[in-house]
């Protein structure tokens, strides 16, 4: 069973099949089967948080209330869809809730910048696509909750626009404006900045 | 929302002119050119067989305005690079946050009871069945899944309690499976009886997966 877990990316259908059945043992109350599922999706799911909140400590927190709520809900899971998809829609919407609960001035600067480089003999590229970087993250706070959760899904997690509509509960033309509007944003802060 | 409105520049034409394109993108821009920016871009993300399009390769707005775009994907590469590290994240103490509030819990189940009527002992389904799953596990290939134990209005000689087992199983392929559900209904018995002491009825069998183990052989080890 080591190694047959189905995360969103690379599609394994031994995996699925092991997914599947864990599911509906945790769905009947198996707690192992349950841990067992949790091992093979959170590192999955804390790297999607962690990319929608822009730090791991809540990234983590944001996962453990996903699973509990998932527990909580599993006798009426029934398999509709896998429950790695499942998973993300919930961790997700558990992440804009976060998002929406921050108060603004508290998301300025509290996206972790990365340390900054210790030598100045560091070649000028990476300083350069350092301060890049530093930059997004800074720009990525102008965005509303849901630009950023949408631009977020699909740039950094390369999801579809079906499958982020899906997660986010919006229609596909919505989650494309959303997008469209956060590249907006996102270029003119980045333009201004250079 | 906030709205970050354009250079003033970039207007040429009312942004709400034409919004056939995307829907509600309500501030899209037109470019002096005359084509939606959001238009632009939506061909930009599709890919390098939409330059096909001569337009797009000689206009100079469409370019600069994709340069921007490029310049932020950038940027975006070394962001997603920087928070892909999450293979080796060690879920252990997160599971064990998780499991501590989910073992407190108690799930809705149905309680079956043991013994005779006098006796006031009941085991939960739950607990049962997870008893069951490893008995049936204990056949070589076979993973258990669903299993639900029905108790029936019959009692056996003792006057004690009758379950109905409902199991379902992924069982190996290429084994003859009346065999082997023969061989998995004599270990949940066995089992039911020694582990739990609980009368078993009938135990139906559902295979709803095949398995081919010849591809992991290290299958049927279970945690």
């Known amino acids: 069973m080591a190694g047959a877990c189905s995360q969103n990316a690379p599609p394994d259908v031994q995996g699925e099949v092991e997914d599947a059945l864990l599911t509906v043992r945790a769905a009947e109350g198996d707690e192992d089967a349950f841990a067992a599922l949790m091992q093979c999706h959170a590192p999955a799911l804390i790297r999607l948080a962690t990319r929608l909140l822009g730090n791991r400590s809540e990234a983590e927190d944001a996962v453990q209330e996903a699973f509990i709520n998932a527990w909580r809900r599993l006798p009426e899971f029934h398999n509709r869809s896998s429950f790695g998809t499942w998973m993300y829609r919930i961790t997700t919407n558990r992440c804009l809730n976060v998002l929406r609960a921050r108060k603004p001035v508290a998301t300025l600067e509290a996206a972790g910048d990365p340390p900054a480089p210790e030598h100045s003999a560091s070649p000028a590229r990476i300083a350069e696509a350092r301060d890049a970087v530093r930059e997004l993250r800074e720009a990525l706070d102008l965005l509303s909750v849901e630009q950023r959760a949408c631009w977020v899904l699909r740039e950094l997690d390369g999801q579809s626009y079906e499958f982020i509509a899906d997660a986010v509960g919006i229609s596909q033309e919505a989650v494309r404006a959303r997008v469209f509007r956060a590249r907006r944003c996102l270029t003119q802060a980045m333009g201004a900045w250079r | ?223």
């Open chain 2, 1 to 223: 929302m906030t709205a970050h409105t354009d250079p003033s520049d970039a207007h040429s034409g009312s942004p709400h002119t034409d919004d056939t394109h995307t829907g509600d993108v309500h501030d899209d821009e037109r470019l002096p050119c005359g084509r939606l920016l959001s238009q632009v871009w939506d061909d930009w993300e599709r890919g390098p067989a939409d330059t096909a399009d001569p337009h797009l390769r000689t206009c100079p707005h469409c370019r600069r305005s994709v340069r921007g775009l490029d310049e932020l994907e950038s940027a975006v590469r070394d962001l997603r690079d920087e928070t892909t590290d999450t293979s080796a994240y060690d879920t252990t103490s997160l599971t064990q946050r998780v499991m501590d509030v989910v073992r407190l819990e108690l799930r809705p189940g149905r309680p079956l009871s043991l013994g005779e009527p006098a006796e006031d002992l009941w085991i939960m389904e739950s607990v049962a069945a997870r008893t069951l799953r490893a008995a049936a596990e204990s056949v070589s290939g076979v993973r258990a899944g669903s299993c639900r134990l029905l108790p029936l209005d019959i009692s056996d000689g003792t006057g004690g309690p009758v379950v109905e087992v409902s199991l379902a199983l992924h069982a190996p392929a290429r084994v003859p499976l009346p065999e082997l559900a023969d061989q998995v209904r004599g270990r949940v018995r066995e089992a039911a009886d020694r582990e739990l002491g609980l009368a078993i009825g009938a135990v139906d069998i559902r295979v709803t997966d095949l398995i081919d183990t010849t591809a992991d052989s290290q299958e049927g080890e279970t945690r």
